[in-house]
């Protein structure tokens, strides 16, 4: 199917229980944060919600040719976001027992060398979006390999498909396998050509990617700071303070930095653009730092268990002195799960280690309009008129076991999303829509 093929007509109506979020929740409870229909109709035209209304105004907001969609009893969401996560290390996932520096070397290196492949960077590309839309994901801030052609090819396929992706093409200098490594200049080259082709073409969005400051020489991050202050509208993503060896590795190949972090702002790399994966060992300086720069600080919750490299101190870094920005995200392949569902779920249970909550309700806040926020794309992760018509239709009783525990509860919205939060997987999604058009993973009765 071409991208021509994938243009939305007509209006199109998805029915079914709908929720987005208004605000941030301030914990259980906190329903002044969302919006909830028991019985509600999205409206869609032109890829955009233009209206959600009850379901007692059908015959308003039909009009003549429109396509109904029923989902009736199931919940619609807007679309999930997954803010970090490495497109080359789909066959990495599940790779057994090394910490981040020896897995790198061991696993990561070796399966994004492929990817200098155009061939097989297109196949793949075609995996990675199928298995995003099966587990709910619309959208998605993706690494690629060191190839330019692998962020392309991503690139293509997301807009083949409709979807829109934040892809970067991977900087590395040093310190990994001369099959993943380019150079400062090409770096920047490579970077400034992707932006001027694909940055803002459709829904498509380049990310400038050093990957981190291990594998990035100073002349390297100079260059792509430079390429940062020359494009304030592309996000930054790299990683920061995942792990105690990598943080002790920075600090002997920037001795006359203050701290991780300090080597990225050195750069111009840090700001209210960045995305800055894990940010799980961080010095009080960092943290006062990321929050009045406005710096994000993504939760990565399974891979960080996976990997074992520490517990991420949301409410820490949320209600401290100094607030930081945060955002969620799979990180496959350290990440164990594409799905959004069972991230939130680890992101539960690392909290609860800390002896912090995670509510259901900040938990799909965090995967829709938080997310988005994160991203500064007020167009993505809410259903409102405006907004991009990418949602999600979720069964809350999908399984067995989830039928049966949900028979047992009050009925309760909250409730219903912590179950889901917490035993909910790709299974549950019954559908996805892209830009208001179905993707065909469910049965819809139009």
Request: hydrophobic share 40%.
């Amino acid at each position: 199917m071409t991208s021509s093929d994938r243009r939305p007509s007509g209006r199109t109506l998805v029915r079914g229980r709908v929720l987005t979020f208004k605000r941030r929740p301030h914990g259980a409870g906190d329903s002044a944060a969302y919006s909830y229909f028991e019985d509600g109709i999205v409206v869609a035209e032109g890829g955009r919600v233009v209206d959600v209304v009850d379901g007692g105004e059908m015959s308003r907001v039909a009009g003549e040719g429109a396509i109904l969609h029923d989902f009736s009893g199931k919940l619609i969401l807007p679309g999930f976001i997954d803010t970090h996560i490495h497109f080359p290390q789909t066959q990495v996932i599940a790779s057994y027992g090394e910490q981040l520096l020896e897995w790198l070397t061991k696993y990561t290196f070796p399966a994004e060398s492929r990817y200098g492949d155009p061939a097989f960077a297109g196949v793949q590309a075609r995996f990675f979006i199928d298995e995003l839309l099966r587990n709910g994901t619309t959208t998605a801030v993706c690494y690629g390999s060191v190839h330019k052609g692998s962020a392309e090819a991503l690139l293509a396929e997301s807009e083949r498909r409709g979807t829109a992706m934040f892809v970067g093409k991977t900087a590395m200098d040093r310190n990994a396998p001369p099959d993943v490594l380019d150079t400062a200049q090409s770096a920047h080259d490579d970077t400034a050509t992707l932006i001027a082709a694909w940055h803002g073409r459709g829904r498509q969005k380049v990310v400038i990617t050093p990957r981190f400051a291990i594998t990035s020489t100073p002349e390297q991050l100079e260059a792509l700071g430079s390429l940062a202050r020359d494009h304030p509208d592309c996000l930054i993503q790299t990683h920061l303070s995942e792990n105690l060896e990598e943080i002790a590795t920075v600090r002997r190949l920037f001795p006359e930095r203050a701290d991780y972090l300090d080597v990225y702002e050195h750069y111009g790399l840090v700001g209210p653009k960045s995305l800055m994966g894990h940010a799980i060992h961080l010095t009080p300086r960092e943290i006062q730092r990321m929050s009045e720069s406005g710096t994000v600080a993504v939760f990565c919750p399974t891979s960080n268990l996976f990997i074992g490299s520490g517990l991420f101190d949301y409410k820490g870094l949320e209600g401290g002195t100094h607030p930081v920005r945060i955002a969620l995200a799979t990180d496959i392949g350290g990440g164990t799960s594409y799905s959004m569902l069972a991230t939130a779920a680890e992101a539960y249970k690392v909290m609860q280690l800390r002896g912090q909550k995670l509510s259901a309700i900040e938990a799909f806040h965090l995967m829709t309009r938080g997310n988005a926020e994160a991203l500064g794309e007020p167009d993505l992760g809410r259903i409102a008129p405006g907004a991009h018509a990418d949602l999600v239709v979720l069964d809350s009783a999908a399984t067995p076991a989830m039928a049966h525990r949900l028979a047992a509860g009050s009925g309760d919205l909250e409730e219903e999303l912590f179950v889901l939060m917490t035993l909910g997987s790709d299974r549950n999604v019954h559908e996805v829509f892209v830009g208001g058009r179905p993707q065909g993973l469910g049965k819809a009765v139009s």
